[in-house]
């Protein structure tokens, strides 16, 4: 993805800073998080996800794959199309 610019995290208060800046830039318009940090600060996702219409934030697997169980392409088509295939 060109263009793109990403920041690693690995602690809660990393996570939570990350996500304050994200939130503070307005030219933001899709946030990709693994699932491992998104279960770190749960409160603070779910209240993006509910609360705000910018950015999107998409859960996607880490770079180890944890997060992705043998579904995950069919899944992801379900809930973005609302497809099951």
Do not use: F, S
Not at 48 to 68: Q, Y
């Amino acid at each position: 993805m060109a263009g793109v610019d990403g920041v690693v995290v690995h602690t809660e208060a990393e996570v939570r800073a990350a996500l304050d800046r994200v939130l503070q830039q307005d030219d933001i318009g899709i946030l990709l998080i693994n699932g491992a940090l998104t279960q770190l600060c749960k409160d603070k996702i779910d209240d993006i996800k509910t609360n705000r219409t910018r950015p999107l934030l998409v859960e996607i697997p880490d770079r180890h794959g944890h997060g992705r169980d043998e579904n995950a392409i069919a899944e992801y088509i379900r809930t973005a199309v609302g497809i099951k295939i």
